[in-house]
């Protein structure tokens, strides 16, 4: 449940992030709306997953996860386009996120 909870709260970022895109600097009323509840949800959801995982570890999996659907969704939604280094990084990312719930003993408390 633990990771369930820490999931939903990187989805709700993500939308919240995707809503910011969209909302054209709060010009917009259903956008702004969406940014403000999405980032509330996130960051209590955050807050309650801080039960079971370190700060650390949270935040680390939160902000990475976060960064690269934000990139995919960048791609898909609005055609921004990586570079390589970009791609190889985001790479990197996935890759530190696997070894910390593969082989960290301090993934969860």
């Known amino acids: 449940m633990p990771y369930f909870i820490l999931a939903i709260a990187i989805l709700a970022e993500t939308i919240a992030t995707t809503a910011l895109q969209a909302s054209q600097q709060f010009t917009r009323p259903l956008p702004s709306l969406i940014v403000v509840l ?3 949800v996130a960051i209590y959801l955050l807050s309650v997953s801080l039960r079971t995982f370190p700060v650390g570890i949270a935040y680390a999996l939160w902000s990475g996860l976060g960064i690269v659907l934000i990139a995919v969704i960048g791609l898909i939604a609005f055609g921004q386009r990586l570079d390589l280094p970009a791609i190889l990084g985001m790479g990197l990312i996935i ?5 910390i ?6 993934a969860t408390h």
């Open 101 to 106: 719930n593969l082989f960290s003993s301090t």
């Open 38 to 40: 999405g980032y509330g």
């Open 95 to 99: 890759a530190g996120i696997a070894t």
